[in-house]
């Protein structure tokens, strides 16, 4: 969500004064030891990593494996609640872009399943 070059809309924190997270993905994969030659590449590897990450650590991939892919009918109607608790929290407020809850919802629908790389990027 943050990898984005032109977010709708930007925390109003004077730290950010543009739109830095891409460079600070890259910089984090290269830390990981992703070697590509392009942002997107980057932003690919780093995403491969964490999920080997969670792979190693026994972290489920998403919410579905810990809910139980049944309960997805449940998850989908208690969407707009979570989405609004989530736009209230304080932490939110700090991301540097700036969610809407729709944003938000569409967030936790994404997470349901495992994520499937060439739709997020």
């Not at 709708?8 to 004064?17: C, D, L, V």
Request: with cysteine; glycine share 4%; hydrophobic share 35%.
């Amino acid at each position: 969500y943050n990898a984005t070059e032109q977010p709708m809309k930007q925390a109003i924190f004077p730290q950010y004064r543009y739109p830095n997270a891409i460079h600070d993905y890259v910089v984090l994969s290269k830390l990981l030891g992703v070697q590509a030659t392009t942002d997107k590449d980057y932003l690919s590897g780093l995403i491969l990593k964490i999920e080997e990450i969670k792979n190693q650590c026994d972290i489920p991939k998403c919410i579905g494996d810990v809910l139980g892919h049944e309960k997805y009918d449940t998850y989908v109607k208690k969407l707009p609640q979570l989405a609004e608790e989530a736009f209230d929290d304080q932490c939110t407020a700090a991301n540097c872009r700036y969610p809407l809850i729709t944003d938000l919802q569409q967030i936790l629908l994404d997470a349901w399943s495992p994520i499937k790389l060439d739709d997020k990027i």
